[in-house]
C-alpha cells in the first residue's frame, strides 16, 4: 500500500481506529513534544486567520482557535475526520489540499501536520498552500525523519510506508513555494511495553492484510524524529 494512494488514504481514515492506534505509540513518550512545536510556531505569527489542512479529528484546529485570537478553518479528505472535528466545535470540511476552495490570499497563517505525505501531488498541495496565504503569511509543516521509530518499522517489514516526504527532503519540497525555511526537530524515544500496542500498530499500517510480525522483545525502545518547518510565503 502506498502512503500517498488517495484510496488506501481513503480506507486509512474512513474511521479514527488505524490513526488511534498509531497515536497509542506514543504514551510513554521522552522528548519535546512536536505538536507544542507546531502551535508555538503558529503563536509566534499573531494570526487573524489559520487554515489547517488534514487536521483529522481536530484536535490543533480547536486548541488554535481556543487559545489563540483568531478564526481557524479546518479541511480533510475524510468525512469521519470532518466529523470529529466538528465535534470539537471546529469549523471543519471536507476538501483536498491539492484544491482549496478558498480565495487567494486569504490567510495569515497555514498548518500542514503530518498529511503532506499523503498528497499524490506534494507540489500541488503546497502550491495552493502558498496561493491561499498573504504575502508574508506562515505555512508550519509537521514531517517525520526517514529514520522515525526505525526499530519498530523493522518488525513491521514490508507492510511499513514507503516515506516520500520527510524531514530530509521536506525544505527542498516547501522552498520552491515558500522563502525563509526553517526546521525545529523535536526528537526523543517512545517505549512500547505490551504486544497489543505493537500489533495494533502493524494492523494499521494496512488493514487489508493480516499483520507480519519479525521478533522482538519487550520492552521495546524504538526513537522518535520529526520535525517542524516554518516558511514564509515571500518572492522567491
Known amino acids: 500500500m502506498r502512503i500517498n494512494d488517495p484510496s488506501a488514504v481513503a480506507r486509512q481514515y474512513a474511521r479514527e481506529e488505524n490513526l488511534e492506534a498509531r497515536r497509542s505509540l506514543y504514551a510513554n513518550a521522552e522528548g519535546p513534544d512536536p505538536r507544542e512545536v507546531a502551535f508555538q510556531a503558529v503563536a509566534e505569527c499573531a494570526p487573524d486567520r489559520v487554515i489547517e489542512v ?3 479529528p481536530g484536535e490543533l484546529a480547536a486548541r488554535i482557535a481556543d487559545e ?10 475524510s468525512p469521519r475526520m470532518v466529523e470529529l472535528a466538528r465535534a470539537r466545535g471546529v469549523d471543519a470540511h471536507v476538501g483536498d489540499v491539492q484544491e482549496l476552495s478558498f480565495e487567494s490570499d486569504s490567510f495569515d497563517c497555514a498548518v500542514a501536520a503530518w498529511m503532506l505525505f499523503h498528497v499524490p501531488d506534494i507540489d500541488r498541495g503546497l502550491a495552493e498552500l502558498a496561493r491561499v496565504l ?9 514531517t517525520n525523519s526517514a529514520d522515525h521509530l526505525s526499530e519498530l518499522r523493522a518488525i513491521a517489514g514490508t507492510a511499513a510506508w514507503k516515506r516520500v516526504f520527510t524531514r530530509e527532503n521536506g525544505a527542498e519540497a516547501i522552498g520552491r513555494h ?18 497489543e500496542t505493537i500489533r495494533r500498530f502493524v494492523a494499521s499500517l494496512d488493514p487489508d492484510q493480516p499483520p507480519v510480525l519479525s521478533e522482538y522483545t519487550l520492552p521495546l525502545r524504538s526513537r522518535r524524529a520529526s520535525s517542524v518547518f516554518v516558511a514564509t510565503k515571500g518572492t522567491l
Open 178 to 195: 515558500f522563502s525563509q525555511i526553517e526546521r525545529r526537530d523535536a526528537d526523543g524515544w517512545v517505549t512500547i511495553e505490551d504486544d
Open 54 to 56: 488534514g487536521g483529522g
Open 134 to 142: 498573504r504575502h508574508g503569511g506562515r505555512l508550519v509543516v509537521v
Open 68 to 77: 489563540l485570537p483568531c478564526e481557524v478553518v479546518m479541511v480533510d479528505v
